[in-house]
């Protein structure tokens, strides 16, 4: 449904993104994830039809961008990061405003706008002008505007920002509603936001895309140990170094607690019998001792930072 | 067609929920009557011919408040980012800028045909030459369409307000004073100067005359003014 082949950006001499290349099946909901100034933006801009890219190509719905843009921007739902609206206008003008530049009927457009200020939650300030709403409700607006003529695509450039807890999950809840129906493409630097809402993760740092897959397929390939967590209550010295000698352990580091370490073993390996037994053997006290599982978060980090400990 | 007139519809009801279109609308009539009544009817020998005189101060009129009507047409939407959300639904860039030029020129007509009742007023007391009168009017609503696409141009050019207004005040006052550095040139570039002006080219509709000459100059002015601007929003960088 979403193609991308070797996009490339310059912003004169500022390279946006490099060759960026994906596919995203009909149905699917994809989050692409980076830091911020990862080139996501960019990216969407460029599928969105706003601006051409310098090389590579790309489809929506089928549609080329650069031959057929109308019609791959007819396809098109879109929530640019910031939800710039024309504040003068009250909130149903501004819908059934976008609805003409849709040319949807006038039954069509008055069913279509009951639904999306309904599922949106914006009934209660439906005739507000815009310029009255606060940051939240003017978010609920611009997702608003991209449901509006029920978009097989729907491009989400980050849709819960400025959203209040409450809010976030709502939108997801509505997102994740979504699929089958649509494909959905949202950006958003919120890793659990991507792991709840989301099938497949995109992840894009410095204008390249660094990793592709489902959050649990991420994680198992950046694994490079089982990590255990273990605490003792009387800690000293030796601890680190005796429990390195223990077969398979391939490291043994510090954790934030007092007492605590984390001990890595090799991979495929359940060593956590044979540490417990060791330690209560030594009489040092065990306090703890849990498996770490790997977060799609220290994948994040693990792919886009340099200099770990900085984030 | 229907994008065109859906865009142009927006741009003309935000200029009214602004006090923007009240406050360009009551200066221009407010001046266009001061001067009528100065001009006409508190000249008792005023003569229907001196109508030219007026009407060319009027189009002076209509060239500066064009800058301020036009200056947040494109820049404004750069600046709050709307032109965005506004390019990626399946509009052709050239609809939008025709969009916004009408809307700015129906504006202007419609403060235009107002000031019509002056004329009216006059023809209680007096004989009004309509036809003459008329072919000011038209004269006028060309001039304007030719002001108002080199003001669309400005705003298209950057995301400041303010700069857009200076950059077409600057071009309008070029396309006005271009005729007076004919005097002071050689004959044959003074030629060229002479029928680049906005003045020379509108003398005779102040006359009664249609010159087809001057229909064209002020078509074409109008013509690149939003050939320009397309080009301008086809750039899509944040200037």
């Keep these: ?311 | 067609m229907s994008n065109i007139l859906t865009i142009a519809g927006r741009e003309l009801r935000s200029y009214f929920t602004s006090p923007l279109a009240y406050a360009l609308v009551v200066f221009f009539l407010g001046i266009t009557a001061l001067m009528f009544t100065l001009g006409f009817l508190l000249q008792p020998r005023a003569q229907t011919d001196d109508f030219r005189y007026l009407i060319e101060s009027i189009v002076f009129l209509a060239l500066m408040i064009t800058p301020v009507l036009t200056m947040g047409l494109v820049a404004q939407e750069r600046a709050s980012g709307t032109l965005e959300l506004l390019m990626t639904r399946p509009v052709r860039d050239w609809e939008v800028v025709i969009g916004k030029f009408l809307a700015a020129w129906g504006l202007f007509a419609g403060a235009v045909l107002l000031s019509l009742a002056l004329p009216l007023i006059l023809e209680i007391g007096g004989k009004v030459d309509w036809g003459m009168m008329l072919t000011g009017y038209l004269g006028l609503l060309l001039a304007g369409m030719a002001f108002i696409a080199l003001g669309v141009f400005a705003s298209s050019l950057t995301s400041n307000q303010i700069a857009a207004a200076i950059i077409a005040a600057c071009l309008l006052l070029f396309f006005w004073l271009v005729g007076w550095m004919s005097y002071s040139v050689s004959q044959s570039l003074g030629d060229v100067l002479k029928h680049l002006s906005v003045r020379e080219n509108y003398v005779d509709f102040g006359k009664g005359i249609i010159d087809t000459k001057s229909v064209i100059y002020f078509l074409s002015l109008t013509f690149v003014g939003l050939f320009l601007s397309i080009r301008n929003v086809e750039n899509r960088r944040t200037i």
């Design chain 1, 1 to 311: 449904m979403i193609e991308a082949h070797g996009l490339t950006k310059y912003y004169g001499l500022h390279l946006a993104i490099t060759d960026v290349s994906f596919h995203i099946k009909e149905g699917e909901i994809v989050a692409f994830l980076g830091p911020n100034a990862a080139g996501k933006t960019t990216t969407m801009r460029i599928l969105t039809g706003y601006m051409p890219p310098t090389f590579g190509t790309a489809r929506v719905a089928g549609f080329d961008l650069a031959d057929h843009s109308l019609e791959a921007r007819r396809n098109i739902g879109y929530m640019p990061e910031t939800t710039s609206l024309y504040t003068d206008m009250r909130v149903t003008q501004y819908l059934r405003f976008c609805g003409r530049l849709r040319h949807m009927g006038k039954a069509q457009l008055a069913e279509r706008m009951e639904y999306v200020v309904e599922r949106c939650g914006l009934s209660e300030r439906a005739n507000s002008i815009i310029a009255t709403l606060s940051l939240g409700f003017r978010q609920r607006v611009g997702l608003a505007q991209a449901m509006l003529h029920d978009p097989p695509v729907l491009i989400l450039d980050e849709p819960t920002v400025g959203l209040d807890p409450k809010q976030i999950i709502e939108v997801r809840n509505l997102i994740k509603g979504l699929a089958g129906d649509h494909t959905v493409m949202l950006s958003t630097h919120i890793l659990p936001e991507a792991q709840m809402t989301c099938e497949r993760v995109i992840i894009i740092n410095r204008g390249q895309i660094v990793a592709e897959g489902s959050p649990e397929a991420l994680t198992a390939q950046i694994r490079e140990a089982e990590t255990l967590l273990i605490t003792v209550r009387d800690d000293n010295d030796i601890v680190a170094r005796q429990l390195k000698d223990i077969p398979q352990v391939i490291g043994v580091r510090r954790a934030e607690q007092p007492g605590g370490y984390y001990v890595d073993t090799a991979v495929g390996t359940d060593l956590r019998a044979e540490i417990a037994e060791f330690i209560v053997g030594k009489g040092w006290g065990l306090l703890e001792l849990q498996p770490v599982e790997l977060s799609l978060e220290d994948v994040f980090l693990e792919l886009t930072t340099e200099e770990k400990g900085v984030a």
